[in-house]
């Protein structure tokens, strides 16, 4: 598996802002499913935002929409995710995930939420984000 480079984690007070950055190769960038995870202790992980590299399209969990946008360089190979109006609740390890090359883009996008185990072939080492009050 060819790995995935995340990097942009910190501390912030709650209100504040963060970008995570996820560089990956350009065989796994291109035209793919890419997208951001978290995971709090104690809890399951969950999907956060999704972009499709081959047109933009982009996906987000209903607790991060308004405050969250995921976005990619092409030129770099990279998607990022920037983080507005940080809430402690979004406390947790962030993990950078591609999808797996042998599910279509578009079907991984769709499912990032339900199947990530099954969707996503690629995961990065994980960032932490820690807001507080």
């Known amino acids: 598996q060819v790995p995935l480079v995340e990097s942009g984690g910190g501390s912030v007070q709650a209100g504040g802002s963060l970008r995570l950055s996820c560089a990956a190769s350009?065989?796994?960038?291109?035209?793919?499913?890419m997208g951001w995870f978290r995971q709090a202790p104690g809890k399951e992980r969950e999907g956060v935002a999704v972009?499709?590299?081959?047109?933009?399209?982009?996906v987000y969990a209903d607790s991060v929409k308004g405050r969250f946008t995921i976005a990619q360089d092409s030129a770099k190979n990279t998607v990022y995710l920037q983080m507005n109006s940080l809430k402690p609740e979004d406390t947790a390890m962030y993990y950078c995930?591609?999808?797996?090359?042998?599910?279509?883009?578009?079907?991984?996008?769709?499912?990032?939420?339900?199947?990530?185990?099954?969707?996503?072939?690629?995961w990065g080492q994980g960032t932490q984000v820690t807001v507080s009050s």
């Open positions: 995930a591609a999808g797996s090359p042998t599910v279509l883009p578009k079907l991984v996008c769709s499912g990032f939420s339900r199947r990530a185990d099954v969707l996503f072939g690629s």
């Open positions: 350009e065989y796994t960038y291109r035209r793919n499913c």
């Open positions: 972009i499709y590299t081959g047109g933009g399209d982009t």
